[in-house]
Each structure stands twice: as structure tokens, then as C-alpha cells.
């Protein structure tokens, strides 16, 4: 199993900031990809920004400019600065990871429980 801890989600007003960051802790597992994910009340949960352990990242359009997602493999950390946060930005945020099981070679997926952002003046 790999364990995920999720911190940094609460209440902001229109172009503030928050900093959400993910713990993973696994000794069997070899992490590839850690991401965010977020849900907003009455819509399908959406891909917000993933990075791989080499340092390539990937944004959706909505956050490009605002956002930005940084990972320290050596803790297997991810984090994701938001900036300028809009109420659009209001979700709840789901830290995901892509991990292989070392003993079997194949790739597992994991969700952390989420953590609620949001904006609202």
C-alpha cells in the first residue's frame, strides 16, 4: 500500500493563495507520477496538474499561469501553489499518485481523501 497525506486546503478570498501539499510513504512502491485532481460541486472530477519523478509537468488550461506543481522526490512530496484563486477554483482537491509494485512490475493507482479549497469573498 501506498499512504497519502493531503494538507493545505481552507477558506480564501478571490486572489489569494493557498499551498495544498501530498505525502507519500511507501517502501515497496516506485513512484512515477504524483498529481491534483479537483471535483467542484455538480461536475465530473477534472485532471488539475500533474509532474513526473523526471521533472515534466502538464496543466489544465484554467490554471496555466496560476498554478504551479513542484515534487521532491527524495520525500516523494508533491505540492501545488495556487495563486490569484478564483470562486471558480472552489473543489475539493484529490492528491493522485501512479506507482509501481516493485515485487510485480505493475502499476498501481492512489487517491489521497481530498481536501476541501475554497474562494468565496
Known amino acids: 500500500q501506498v499512504q497519502l497525506v493531503e494538507s493545505g486546503g481552507g477558506l480564501v478570498q478571490p486572489g489569494g493563495s493557498l499551498r495544498l501539499s501530498c505525502a507519500a510513504s511507501?517502501?515497496?512502491?516506485?513512484?512515477?507520477?504524483m498529481g491534483w485532481y479537483r471535483q467542484a460541486p455538480g461536475k465530473q472530477r477534472e485532471l488539475v496538474a500533474v509532474i513526473t519523478s523526471g521533472g515534466s509537468t502538464n496543466y489544465a488550461d484554467s490554471v496555466k499561469g496560476r498554478f504551479t506543481i513542484s515534487r521532491d522526490n527524495a520525500k516523494n512530496t508533491v505540492y501545488l501553489q495556487m495563486n490569484s484563486l478564483k470562486p471558480e477554483d472552489t473543489a475539493v482537491y484529490y492528491c493522485?499518485?501512479?506507482?509501481?509494485?516493485?515485487?510485480?512490475?505493475?502499476?498501481?493507482?492512489?487517491w489521497g481523501q481530498g481536501t476541501q479549497v475554497t474562494v468565496s469573498s
Open positions: 511507501t517502501s515497496i512502491f516506485s513512484i512515477n507520477a
Open positions: 493522485n499518485v501512479r506507482a509501481v509494485k516493485l515485487a510485480n512490475g505493475y502499476e498501481y493507482h492512489y
